[in-house]
């Protein structure tokens, strides 16, 4: 299983309704894709104060790295991630990727 979180750096007064919308974009490619489990997003807490620059973000659960190499090429997603690069400060790089292998031994 592969968890794909993704963290956003949208400025203070981002357009809150794109981004709504986005979220809601890639939670219909979790409905359309094979491997695609789970998909949540919202706000980032910051609970440990390590991470303020990025304050929403999502979380997507793959069931392999297939699925992650088919949401990565499908046109849908490439879209979706274009708004998110246009909403970010930075552009693309206000944009943080990480993808946890969960259950694989060390």
Known sequence: MIRHIVM????????????AEVMHGLS????????????EHGPNRDFEGKS???PYGFICTFA???????YAADSRHQA??????ALCCGGADGIQVVD???GVPQ
């Open 64 to 70: 392999d790295a297939a699925a992650v190499a088919a």
């Open 8 to 19: 956003l750096a949208v400025p203070p007064r981002h357009d809150a309704a794109k981004l």
């Open 100 to 102: 946890i292998e969960i």
């Open 28 to 39: 219909d490619l979790r409905d359309a894709m094979p491997g695609f489990t789970d998909f």
């Open 52 to 54: 303020s620059q990025f």
């Open 80 to 85: 979706l991630g274009a708004q998110l690069v």
